[in-house]
């Protein structure tokens, strides 16, 4: 019969994990403690069916409607959880916030309205990001082109066009989002419903 090495029991006191290994566990722990992960989601198709309408009155057209929750889907699949959906106030752009919403199980009444994510520049959406709260480990913003792939392309040169409906995560090594004015991203993922 083979012998079963046993390891012995710790003392009252001590950990049962090796330094070495508590000190590897304890920096990973750190590290999905200060990861912040930024979500650059482009409105779906919108229509242009009347002229009438003002510009932040557009809805989506049939192609849209499809799109959002198709992306929405995808996002639930990979178990992307948002801690704060935003969204410009852009009827096309608040309605991509809201059909994504509810494919990720985030509550409508809980999308915050910007007007800074309508009509903005990278400056903008930076600033918007930097003032985010650092209890906050994933936000979502929806808005507009071009300043939406130009932001996108700002964080990460991977990223020159966002088609409509695209959705660009970002994952940052940092503690507070201010971080993310001067340091890269660690992650880039770029998808849309026809790639």
């Known amino acids: 019969m083979p012998s079963l090495a046993v390891s012995p029991k710790p003392r009252r006191g001590s950990s049962a994990v090796p330094a070495r290994t508590r000190s590897a566990h ?7 403690l200060i ?9 779906a198709k919108s229509s242009r ?17 499809q799109d959002a929750p198709t992306m929405g889907k995808r996002l639930a699949k990979r178990e992307v ?11 096309r752009a ?16 809980r999308i915050v309205v910007d007007e800074r994510l309508y009509a903005s520049s990278p400056d903008d959406l930076l ?24 932001f996108a392309h700002r964080l990460s040169s991977e990223i020159i066009d966002m088609p409509t409906c695209a ?4 994952r940052f090594d940092a503690k507070a989002w201010a ?16 790639r």
């Open 179 to 194: 971080d993310v004015a001067g340091i890269g991203p660690v992650k880039v993922k770029l998808d849309a419903p026809r």
């Open 49 to 65: 069916d009347d002229p009438s309408l003002p510009d932040r009155e557009r809805p989506l057209d049939g192609r849209g409607r």
């Open 26 to 32: 304890r920096v990973e722990t750190d590290r999905k």
């Open 167 to 170: 959705v660009a995560e970002f």
């Open 127 to 150: 600033a918007v990001v930097c003032a985010l709260d650092n209890k906050l480990n994933c936000a979502m913003l929806f808005g507009h082109n071009p300043e939406f792939t130009e």
């Open 35 to 43: 990861v912040k992960t930024l979500i650059l989601v482009r409105h």
């Open 81 to 91: 959880r948002p801690d704060l959906l935003v969204s410009s106030p852009a009827l």
């Open 94 to 109: 608040l309605t991509t916030a809201q059909l994504i919403a509810d494919e990720i199980g985030y509550p409508r009444k």
